[in-house]
């Protein structure tokens, strides 16, 4: 961690569970997530909001824990791939959804995120929820399948 | 890329508290709204790392509504919320197509209204529908209030009117009558989530009866230090008919009004290209619609 002028007490839910985090307030939540609290599932791609692979729910709603401050995070709750429905990340190993992985903690949050607002959602839905979301291996399409087997349509 | 966990930030708990810390701290602290942009360019030093005062939490500063005959939008409210509000799908359907166009729903759920207006990014896609809609900004201090049309907000390449002790609360708008329809268009390098080559928001008002156009409104993005109103182009579409001559002989004149530039992202010739085939084809889009 670089040097902090100040460090503050951060507390919020995480995975349903209240936690108290002690952070310098600029520090992403991404980095709080993987270097502090050790849950190390959300994965830092580019930190800079095009790849999608450190997508997290902040109150129910998919954002980038790389462009999260932590003090943008107090009170609030968040739920990352640790705490997700496993109905989904187990339909993407079922569908052969994954190759090298590194992007599949941030599709499967971007998933739950669709599936919460929409849980039968068509074709195209899936494609505008995933549109964040950076594979580089795969071709989208067992993606797209495994979302649908999560949701069962 | 650097770490900003050497900042300070501060985080009020109600928009007073918020101006109080902004009229004490003026110059010394930048508004910290979804931080969708501001984190990256401070990261990638493009901009100066500066202490923060944290205005996410602000929800009094989130809403959508009619009031007084305006459309009236906090300054923090999401692109998501704008995206899916029945009020702008219906006032003010081209801000909503902008507003999905904006980025990633992660981006969507996260950026704010205020935040893409203060950025002040050329390419910014809330702009031009703003542009078109004749938007109002009410920028508040702690011991005064004041609203900017938002195309005198704009004073050159990230110049804004704005003082450091004030705070942007509020976009506001009037409801676009019936006889109007508009379009916004952009060209991304990706479909999901790009920074705007080109973008822009058409609007037209509709002589009904003798099916000509009665008011054009053309603005135009990341083809000049700021947004840009195309006033060559919405003067050869007042009056006329709007088919094949008319689209194409107004679509080559927002050349005298944009002053593009060579970036990464695409050269001036490929802008100036871009920008009259899209206003183009928006307004073929426009003149069907209206036949349909």
Redesign the interface.
């Known amino acids: 961690?670089?040097?902090?002028?100040?460090v503050r007490e951060f507390s919020f839910k995480l995975n349903g569970r209240e936690v108290k985090v002690r952070a310098?307030?600029?520090?992403?939540l991404l980095?709080t997530l993987r270097y502090i609290i050790r849950l190390t599932g959300t994965k830092d791609g580019c930190?800079?909001?095009?790849c999608?692979a450190c997508?997290v729910l902040?109150d129910g709603?998919?954002?980038?824990s790389c462009?999260?401050?932590?003090?943008?995070v107090?009170?609030r709750e968040v739920v990352t791939v640790e705490g997700v429905d496993p109905i989904i990340p187990q339909a993407y190993a079922q569908e052969g959804a994954v190759q090298c992985g590194y992007c599949t903690p941030g599709l499967v949050m971007?998933t739950a995120?669709l599936l919460k607002a929409n849980p039968k959602p068509s074709d195209e839905d899936i494609r505008?929820?995933l549109?964040?979301?950076l594979c580089r291996c795969t071709g989208y399409v067992k993606i797209i399948r495994a979302v649908k087997m999560a949701a069962g349509v | 890329m650097i770490s900003l966990a050497d900042l300070d930030v501060v985080t009020p708990s109600s928009l007073g508290e918020a101006l109080e810390i902004l009229a004490e701290r003026a110059g010394k602290v930048r508004v910290l709204a979804g931080g969708t942009d501001l984190i990256v360019q401070m990261r990638h030093r493009m901009t100066p790392k500066t202490d923060l005062l944290n205005i996410y939490a602000l929800d009094e500063l989130r809403y959508v509504k009619l009031e007084d005959g305006y459309v009236k939008i906090g300054a923090l409210t999401d692109f998501s919320t704008i995206y899916s509000s029945p009020l702008v799908r219906r006032a003010a359907p081209v801000l909503a197509e902008a507003a999905f166009a904006v980025g990633s729903v992660q981006i969507m759920n996260k950026a704010t209204l205020g935040g893409n207006i203060v950025n002040a990014s050329p390419a910014a896609d809330s702009l031009p529908p703003l542009y078109v809609l004749d938007a109002n900004l009410t920028l508040k201090s702690r011991s005064s209030v004041r609203t900017v049309p938002i195309d005198e907000f704009y004073k050159g390449y990230k110049k804004l009117d704005i003082r450091p002790d004030e705070l942007l609360v509020e976009v506001s708008f009037k409801p676009l009558p019936d006889n109007y329809s508009g379009r916004f268009f952009k060209h991304g390098l990706r479909q999901g989530d790009a920074i705007s080559v080109v973008n822009g928001a058409v609007l037209i008002g509709w002589d009904n009866e003798t099916d000509t156009i009665a008011d054009a409104r053309v603005a135009l993005g990341a083809v000049a230090p700021t947004v840009v109103r195309a006033t060559e182009c919405e003067k050869m579409l007042v009056g006329a008919k709007l088919d094949d001559e008319t689209m194409w002989r107004a679509a080559e004149a927002v050349k005298e009004s944009i002053s593009p530039i060579d970036d990464v992202r695409g050269s001036a010739a490929y802008r100036r290209e871009m920008c009259i085939n899209y206003v183009y084809m928006t307004l073929w889009i426009l003149s069907r619609k209206v036949k349909a």
């Open positions: 961690m670089a040097t902090s002028r100040v310098p307030p600029a520090y992403t980095d930190s800079s909001g095009d999608g997508t902040l709603k998919a954002v980038h462009l999260t401050l932590m003090a943008q107090q009170g971007a995120a505008e929820a549109r964040g979301n």
